[in-house]
């Protein structure tokens, strides 16, 4: 193979890709249009599926400090036990 034919066949892949980069992302635009509609012209139902689930949940807004701490400790001692189970049985 000889540089012009090289030349020649990376630009046909070049464009072919640009080509395949350009469709795709039509097809992204169109996804994104038409969720984006949907979700502006429902947003008053999703607000309230999601204060119900809230409600349901007990999902709590205002978490305090101190429940964070309390929060972030208990996963640290689940996180270090775990380990600690997971040495002992690579040792056996």
Partial sequence: MDK???IRLLEE???ALKNEVTTLKL???KYLLKNKNYYESHKEEHKKRVSDYQ???K???NITKEKKQQYARQA???KKEKLKKDCINENV
């Fill in 4 to 6: 012009d034919e090289k």
């Fill in 59 to 61: 999902y709590i807004t």
């Fill in 27 to 29: 097809q992204l635009d």
């Fill in 76 to 78: 640290y001692l689940n």
């Fill in 55 to 57: 409600q349901r949940t």
């Fill in 13 to 15: 892949e070049n464009d």
